[in-house]
């Protein structure tokens, strides 16, 4: 891709005003990091703009990356379904690279949020990262996968709890080793909405916290947008 690429970023979209603004923001830092490139956003349900809404504001080359965490279901029947949208609609020449995840720069967002927090490395501290999950198991294990292939220097165990197709919270927490004095969770979600309220609310009845905020606001996350807009050949 060219530095003169639209960048646009394809979200799921929810009735949940928090999702779309967690979405803009991270637009926004994007914008930011690259000012001379457009960047666009798009959702795929529950709320404009649509791919057909964003087509109207298209350069000659966009690309878009979608804005989910796993490869499950919407990456791989919604989404080029939304780049047909997208192609058709505006004359343009359209390239769609690969979700956010996996990628280790999560990892390192999950980090961003803990620092902010004042939760640094410790080797007796375990960290858990609680995502949406899926119906597709393998997606929710690609976010294991991505831990045991990028371990996190400095800290404890690391694991993944989901809402659905994975582990539960307390299914980890029982599994943790002796050493661990600390466990601590990190929501593993683009944005703020009511799924994250649903893991907080396990996590309060679990008896461990959540730190505050989503992947979307971390400086890693948003370098993982260019970073994904940047990798497909020109």
């Not at 990091?33 to 000659?60: E, F, I, M, Q």
């Not at 694991?159 to 659905?164: D, H, I, M, R």
Request: proline share 8%; with cysteine; hydrophobic share 45%.
């Amino acid at each position: 891709m060219t530095t003169d690429t639209d960048i646009v970023l394809l979200a799921h979209g929810s009735p949940d005003p928090r999702h779309a603004q967690g979405v803009e923001a991270l637009a926004t830092h994007v914008r930011e990091l690259a000012p001379n490139r457009p960047v666009h956003t798009a959702y795929l349900d529950h709320h404009p703009p649509s791919p057909k809404d964003a087509a109207a504001n298209l350069g000659p080359h966009a690309v878009v990356v979608p804005v989910l965490l796993t490869p499950a279901f919407h990456a791989k029947v919604d989404v080029p379904d939304a780049v047909n949208d997208l192609t058709r609609s505006s004359g343009s020449q359209v390239s769609l690279a690969s979700p956010l995840g996996p990628h280790e720069l999560l990892l390192d967002a999950a980090e961003e949020l803990l620092a902010a927090q004042g939760i640094s490395p410790d080797p007796t501290t375990a960290v858990l990262l609680y995502a949406a999950g899926s119906s597709d198991s393998d997606a929710v294990a690609t976010v294991g996968r991505t831990i045991a292939d990028h371990p996190r220097e400095g800290w404890g165990p690391w694991g993944v709890a989901a809402l659905e197709g994975g582990s539960t919270i307390e299914q980890l927490l029982r599994r943790l080793p002796d050493e661990v004095d600390r466990t601590v969770v990190v929501s593993f979600m683009v944005a703020e909405g009511v799924l994250r309220d649903r893991m907080a609310q396990n996590c309060g009845r679990a008896g461990v916290s959540m730190v505050a905020g989503a992947l979307a606001q971390t400086s890693a996350v948003a370098h993982l947008v260019l970073e994904r807009a940047d990798s497909l050949p020109a």
